[in-house]
Antibody, heavy 127, light 107 residues
Framework: QVQLQESGPGLVKPSETLSLTCTVSGGSISSYYWSWIRQPPGKGLEWIGYIYYSGSTNYNPSLKSRVTISVDTSKNQFSLKLSSVTAADTAVYYC?????????????????????WGKGTTVTVSS | DIQMTQSPSSLSASVGDRVTITCRASQSISSYLNWYQQKPGKAPKLLIYAASSLQSGVPSRFSGSGSGTDFTLTISSLQPEDFATYYCQQSYSTAITFGQGTRLEIK
């Protein structure tokens, strides 16, 4: 059974770079997409971006200029870097596996969803 | 970006009630709609994908329907463990977006 575990500093100073790692256990990081999602205190979910195991990425347009997601298949890990953080980046950060199911019909349909999540890690931006 | 709007934002119901939560997309997303359940202090849990497909291990009292812009999540008979916040999420666009959430509370 695949499990995900986020790790990284719980406190980051304003203007610095937030760095988190997600370790995948119980399965291989290969052949899947891997996502980062965050949730500010008392608010809803915000998708940050995802990476394919091969290294291709897709980011939330509102965060794209500050986000980098990378993957290390040898360690079964993927990582998030968010630069120039402010208090607005204070949140619980989750990593998740993005899975695809293909449905064959007149044409093929590919349905994507996040089926395995880490427990989340709280990151506070404060001096 | 595709905006996802859930209604109601909060809902009070009793054990055994039938409950429906609605999610509306700002443009057609076909059936590229997922539902998640989140309990306080916990990570979200996938309930429904592709609008109506039940994720493995999820009780059959949960069901999803809809296509295009309007979707519903139905819980046929509320159980105590179902009181949580529910989120819809579209996967039609490469820019993934979530609804604002519906908080389901005990009446």
């Amino acid at each position: 059974q695949v499990q995900l575990q986020e790790s990284g500093p719980g406190l980051v100073k304003p203007s610095e770079t937030l760095s988190l790692t997600c370790t995948v256990s119980g399965g291989s990081i290969s052949s899947y997409y891997w996502s980062w999602i965050r949730q500010p205190p008392g608010k809803g979910l915000e998708w940050i971006g995802y990476i394919y195991y091969s290294g291709s990425t897709n980011y939330n347009p509102s965060l794209k200029s500050r986000v980098t997601i990378s993957v290390d298949t040898s360690k079964n890990q993927f990582s998030l870097k968010l630069s120039s953080v402010t208090a607005a980046d204070t949140a619980v950060y989750y990593c998740a596996r993005r899975r695809v199911t293909m449905v064959r019909g007149v044409k093929d349909y590919y349905y994507y969803y996040m089926d395995v999540w880490g427990k989340g890690t709280t990151v506070t931006v404060s001096s | 970006d595709i905006q996802m709007t859930q209604s109601p934002s909060s809902l009070s119901a009793s054990v055994g009630d039938r409950v429906t939560i609605t999610c509306r997309a700002s443009q057609s997303i076909s059936s590229y709609l997922n539902w998640y359940q989140q309990k306080p202090g916990k990570a979200p849990k996938l309930l429904i994908y592709a609008a109506s497909s039940l994720q493995s291990g999820v009780p059959s009292r949960f069901s999803g329907s809809g296509s295009g812009t309007d979707f519903t999540l139905t819980i046929s008979s509320l159980q105590p463990e179902d009181f949580a916040t529910y989120y819809c999420q579209q996967s039609y666009s490469t820019a993934i977006t979530f609804g604002q959430g519906t908080r389901l509370e005990i009446k």
